[in-house]
């Protein structure tokens, strides 16, 4: 079994992990009015998750969500935000777990490190799934991007995990705007209400989206180019960086 | 020593806690235009500390942090939202913690489980302080509020822990209207600028601030009763329960 060498590595790494702790990664994906996450699919059960893993006891939580987006879907250079940690008694069992490994042909043991209660810390972020092409790990066949309103079941609690973090998404939209950096350098009103739309999944207003925009003091018209059309053309924005 | 029982039995419980895993409560509290915290001065060593403790391996994380704030100030019935995780792999020395043990008679070696590495889980509240009187617990002289502007030094992260949760606190002013319970069942424009002014630290445009709140939605004016007087007497609000 050829996996069975790289698998034996991370269970034997055990020890090294701060224990109780684990990481879980919420990544959506934003184009062309879609909105996705991504997604692992596990070797041999098909079992659907969120990337997620463990915490070294010589890394803060936060460089450990960066490694383990990394190491579990080769996704890098993203700006992972943390935003709810997870700390019901059973968070769900762990029968998955045991099947998972079981089919790597490792069975382990009630008493299995891998088995223990886990509290898991959310990470969430946006980026342009146009963009990021997810590759899958040892333990997954897939790594994919999956639309919003066709999440499939997930182990545990992470369909919970990501209803969590949507919310968070929707509340922080004005106030992260500039940081998560999805729009071209200028847009128009249509583009920016057009992202809006797509993640709080319901039209808006025109006028009042405009107006409500236009009052957080972070958009700059830029100067129009004469077009020599007969149109007029759109206004077109882009952020203030002073701000 | 009167007390060297109950810090021992606290001590002997090391392993029905979670591991790697303790809480930690900021209390603010609010009462005609002063912003508060809670905090603890420990015994002997005169360390100032937030509310905080460890999680039962047979408990949720919520459910710990509303017993730790009742164990700790006696203060219960107040609900606790979770804000942040301090996940630092060096969130201070526990100096503090084995200084403190050893003032009641307990010297801890270095694998002691009260010196390991914690992250911590923040929740917060907002409160009127002028209806809760803290009694401080077994580790501490006073339970008392201090003034949001005179925060002494304290222990590990906890200053960087109040100022994270004094500004999640004011991000979700408007969102959870956190505030609105610590008004009387009908309030005037005035006395909610008030709250909002104190929370925020920083005076507001009447005219915009009034807008502003009327936009939510959640305010209902009250019919105002013939006072008699020949001054017009303010608007009386109320949150309109049905919203």
Known sequence: MPTSQPIKAFLDKGPE???SVSVDCVIFGFHENQLKVLL???????????????????????EAATRILWERTG??????????????????????HKATMSSHGFELEVEHWLLQRFISIGYYALVDFSKVQPTPDIFSDLGDWYDIHQIPAL??????????????????????LV??????????MNELQSLYETILDKKLLRANFQRKMLS??????????????????????RINQNQ
Do not use: C
């Open 75 to 96: 996704v890098k250079d993203i700006y992972l935000e943390q935003f709810h940690t997870f700390g019901e008694q059973n968070r769900g069992n762990w029968d998955v």
């Open 216 to 237: 957080l003091g972070i958009l700059e018209r830029v100067k129009k180019k004469f077009s020599g059309k007969a149109h007029k053309p759109p206004y077109v924005y």
């Open 40 to 62: 692992l699919e596990f070797k041999h059960t098909k079992a659907f998750a969120l990337p997620g893993g463990f915490v070294f006891k010589e890394e803060s939580t936060d």
């Open 155 to 176: 182990i545990l609690d992470h369909n919970m995990i990501i209803d969590k973090a949507l919310e968070t998404l929707r509340l922080m939209l004005d106030h992260k």
């Open 17 to 19: 992990y701060l224990p």
């Open 179 to 188: 940081g998560f950096n999805l729009l071209s350098e200028t847009f128009t």
